[in-house]
């Protein structure tokens, strides 16, 4: 029974992580993530949304999957997974091992 209630807690706060691509303002320095004006008649395609999202999300071709979320503005990160905050996430090595990865193919 503890086995099952641990597995439902962790569905439970994956699906309720924070979708950062979502929010309208950074949490951290509160500038607007508000980018171009989505035009009305493609608005459908996107959600019914009327503003393309600034915030960067930080994709790991090695696991194939965007990892973080970032601020285009003050540059603060958030893990994908816990929406908590990443203080010290190494971008450059992200950037690294993505480049490594792309020039072996």
Same mark, same amino acid.
């Given at each position: ?16 992580? #924070? %979708? ?5 303002? +950074? $949490?951290? &320095?509160?500038?607007? *993530? ?28 090695? #696991? %194939? ?5 970032? +601020? $285009?503005? &003050?540059?603060?990160? *958030? ?27």
């Amino acid at each position: 029974m503890v086995l099952h209630c641990k597995t439902a807690l962790a569905t439970f706060c994956k699906l309720m992580s #924070i %979708d950062f691509s979502l929010l309208q303002n +950074c $949490p951290a &320095c509160e500038s607007s *993530w508000e980018g171009q004006s989505i035009p009305l008649e493609q608005q459908h395609l996107f959600g019914n949304k009327q503003w393309f999202s600034r915030v960067v999300a930080i994709y790991d071709q090695r #696991i %194939d999957a965007t990892v973080a979320w970032q +601020c $285009p503005d &003050c540059d603060t990160c *958030w893990d994908r997974e816990t929406g908590k905050r990443r203080d010290g996430f190494n971008l450059d090595r992200l950037k690294r091992d993505n480049w490594r990865n792309g020039a072996k193919k």
